[in-house]
């Protein structure tokens, strides 16, 4: 059974930082790409960052660039997000995903949430002004 737990989420100032964890356990036949995601109540899920395994390849939503940091340490099996400068936008539920195929008719990017097949339970993010 494939399963991702992410944690590291908290509240925080705005300008402060978090790191957010995801260890994915269980096997998958083929990981293309992981992500970051988002969402809020009665909002989208909105793809913050994700990385193309194979290549390490990053990719980031507009209003995280240069902020957010997306990594993996492959020898655990992690996924990490670095959030630096938070801002009280940011406050939302942030969850952790995996694929099994590349998807490519989402795009290129792994921003698209409907090609993800697996889902942590997600960890919250609350940054105060």
């Known amino acids: 059974q494939v399963q991702l737990v992410e944690s590291g989420g908290g509240s925080v100032q705005a300008g402060g930082s978090l790191r957010l964890s995801c260890v994915a356990s269980?096997?998958?036949?083929?990981?293309?790409?992981m992500g970051w995601f988002r969402q809020v109540p009665g909002k989208e899920r909105e793809g913050v960052a994700s990385i193309y395994i194979g290549s390490g390849s990053t990719y980031y939503a507009d209003s995280v660039k240069g902020r957010f940091t997306i990594s993996q340490d492959n020898a655990k099996n992690t996924l990490y997000l670095q959030m630096n400068s938070l801002k009280p936008e940011d406050t939302a539920m942030y969850y952790c995903?995996?694929?099994?195929?590349?998807?490519?008719?989402?795009?290129?990017?792994?921003?698209?949430?409907?090609?993800?097949?697996?889902w942590g339970q997600g960890t919250q993010v609350t940054v105060s002004s």
């Open positions: 269980g096997y998958i036949m083929r990981r293309y790409y």
């Open positions: 995903a995996a694929d099994r195929d590349p998807g490519w008719r989402y795009g290129g990017s792994g921003l698209d949430a409907r090609r993800y097949d697996y």
